[in-house]
């Protein structure tokens, strides 16, 4: 079985709200995991979102060192923002930017997904396909980028968020939002092929639902994430030393965890949006398209066969490779084509 079904193999369920709660269910089976897993890819933005929020925190060590009853536990670079500024207005600013970015999401969604979804899946069904691979190119160019960037050993986007200015923040928003908006679409419309038989009313209904399921799952769990360091600073304040040493923990391992689900989102990146493009490919008919589709899931089906009980795993972990290949191959294509592209840019006279 591949990753992510296509739209043609979705099951039925009858009545609208049993497709609701059918496709809640499918959340947790290998079907959705391309598209689940695929928001990990946001994780990337947040986790950029969150070291701009928190003022580029860069000693660890002695972070944990100084978060004792009296002190906050935060050390910064060599700029001017102190600790107390940091407790004052960093978690604020972290759930007013996650806040932005989840009502992003949910407009995505409801003005720009449903409507054209519904339309075309009426109208013209043959094109979602087509708008499913460009967003699956663009997911694929973004991961490949930022793999090429960090292997430039280029850091510019690494400058703490002082350095940058207050427009930073607007850019980590704008650019998860966007993220969002393809990731969003693909499980919009996995979703839309469960209740494609369905009455429009009951497609809507089912589908407004989704989204705000969605949506709340994912940026819920993001709010806890960009909390968890000031959760450890406040424990790390208690006066029992179990506490303070669970707080120190959490304030040591987060910048951790962010590190590594900036390449985990990378990675997802380029495995949804290869994936996307190996679905859809031969989503038309056209058989030589569909090749690498047919070629990858008949391979992993052999693999899932063929190794007993840790088949499901190494199969899903196959056609995972695949699709994180073919995403970084046709990204660095994308990469390279407008890097040859010459941009003009515009100087103050």
Not at 155 to 177: F, L, Q, R, T
Request: hydrophobic share 50%.
């Amino acid at each position: 079985m591949s990753m992510a079904a296509r739209p043609s193999d979705a099951p039925r369920s009858e009545g609208g709200l049993s497709c609701v709660f059918y496709y809640l269910q499918l959340l947790f089976t290998e079907e959705a995991s391309m598209a689940i897993g695929g928001l990990i890819g946001l994780l990337d933005d947040i986790a950029a979102l969150a070291k701009l929020t928190a003022a580029s925190l860069d000693d660890v060590s002695a972070a944990a060192g100084r978060a004792t009853a009296k002190a906050a536990g935060v050390v910064v670079d060599d700029t001017a923002v102190t600790p107390q500024y940091l407790q004052g207005v960093a978690a604020e600013r972290e759930l007013s930017l996650v806040k932005q970015i989840a009502l992003g999401s949910i407009r995505n969604k409801l003005i720009f997904i449903l409507p054209v979804a519904l339309l075309l899946n009426h109208f013209l069904p043959a094109l979602l396909p087509i708008i499913l691979m460009i967003g699956g190119t663009y997911l694929a160019f973004e991961g490949a980028e930022k793999v090429w960037h960090k292997l430039s050993g280029k850091h510019d986007e690494d400058k703490p968020a002082v350095e940058k200015g207050p427009e930073a923040e607007k850019k980590i928003v704008s650019g998860a939002i966007r993220t969002d908006l393809i990731l969003s679409a693909e499980i919009m419309v996995i979703a839309l092929a469960t209740v494609s038989h369905q009455g429009v009313w009951s497609q809507l209904a089912s589908l407004v639902v989704v989204a705000f399921v969605i949506t709340l799952l994912v940026y819920g769990v993001v709010a806890l994430l960009v909390r968890m360091d000031d959760f450890g600073l406040k424990l790390a304040k208690r006066e029992s030393s179990g506490m303070q040493t669970l707080g120190r923990g959490l304030v040591t391992a987060m910048p951790k965890v962010l590190a590594t689900i900036s390449v985990v989102g990378t990675v997802a990146m380029l495995w949804v949006g290869g994936h996307i493009l190996m679905v859809n490919l031969g989503a038309d008919g056209t058989a030589w398209f569909n090749a690498p589709y047919e070629w990858v899931h008949h391979i992993e089906q052999g693999i899932s066969e063929a190794t007993g009980a840790l088949g499901g795993t190494l199969g899903w972990s196959f056609n995972t490779l695949c699709s994180a290949v073919i995403g970084f191959l046709v990204g660095s294509v994308v990469v390279g084509v407008l890097h040859l592209i010459p941009i003009k840019k515009a100087h103050a006279g």
